[in-house]
T-cell receptor, first 113, second 112 residues
Framework: AQSVTQLGSHVSVSEGALVLLRCNYS??????LFWYVQYPNQGLQLLLK??????LVKGINGFEAEFKKSETSFHLTKPSAHMSDAAEYFC???????????FGAGTILRVKS | ETGVTQTPRHLVMGMTNKKSLKCEQH?????MYWYKQSAKKPLELMFV???????ENNSVPSRFSPECPNSSHLFLHLHTLQPEDSALYLC???????????FGQGTRLTVV
């Protein structure tokens, strides 16, 4: 069965600094991988997804993630943090189209001015 | 606008009350889901419906009763809840089961 581990339940960065949120996955088959963002009192919004095409995936709001099979990782990055990026971020994995989505525990990103 | 609308946004209910959560999607999707999000716990999938048929029920207590009258609407009927059921309940939909999900804004439920 697939699983997701998000390293660090809280990450704090300064405005303008690099954002790096870590996600490692376990899957018995080539996975589909997702990053979602959740703002306070809101639902989850899809940031980006990897479905076996290009390994570097660009998403909304300047975020991108790179699929690294050898490291079983799908870390989320953004070159320059903005105050509006403060939210909780969830990594999710499924074992291909039509298979169950499993979510990580989430990482809360704080952006300091 | 996510295309998935949940009502009410907030609900406070007593342990002996009966209430229902409503979810509506305007995306033409065939699958709908209920998730429970509690503080400091991973997102928990509760129910999955595909073309109005329940395809997954993850050991959810019977005090939660889902209903899917058509592919655009999903309800979660609640009765005799416990304080530990207080959480954010999220509805989602996807084109097919277990593909990319679109979420509603959630209902914040407090059981007193």
């Amino acid at each position: 069965a697939q699983s997701v581990t998000q390293l660090g339940s809280h990450v704090s960065v300064s405005e303008g600094a690099l954002v790096l949120l870590r996600c490692n996955y376990s899957s018995s088959v080539p996975p589909y991988l997702f990053w979602y963002v959740q703002y306070p009192n809101q639902g989850l919004q899809l940031l980006l997804k990897y479905t076996s095409a290009a390994t570097l995936v660009k998403g909304i709001n300047g975020f991108e993630a790179e699929f690294k099979k050898s490291e079983t990782s799908f870390h989320l990055t953004k070159p320059s943090a903005h105050m509006s990026d403060a939210a909780e971020y969830f990594c999710a994995v499924s074992e291909g189209y039509g298979n169950k989505l499993v979510f990580g525990a989430g990482t809360i990103l704080r952006v300091k001015s | 606008e996510t295309g998935v609308t949940q009502t009410p946004r907030h609900l406070v209910m007593g342990m002996t009350n009966k209430k229902s959560l409503k979810c509506e999607q305007h995306l033409g999707h065939n699958a709908m889901y209920w998730y429970k999000q509690s503080a400091k716990k991973p997102l928990e999938l509760m129910f999955v419906y595909s073309l109005e048929e329940r395809v997954e029920n993850n050991s959810v207590p019977s005090r939660f009763s889902p209903e899917c009258p058509n592919s655009s609407h999903l309800f979660l009927h609640l009765h005799t809840l416990q304080p530990e059921d207080s959480a954010l309940y999220l509805c989602a939909s996807s084109l097919e089961p277990n593909t990319e999900a679109f979420f509603g804004q959630g209902t914040r439920l407090t059981v007193v």
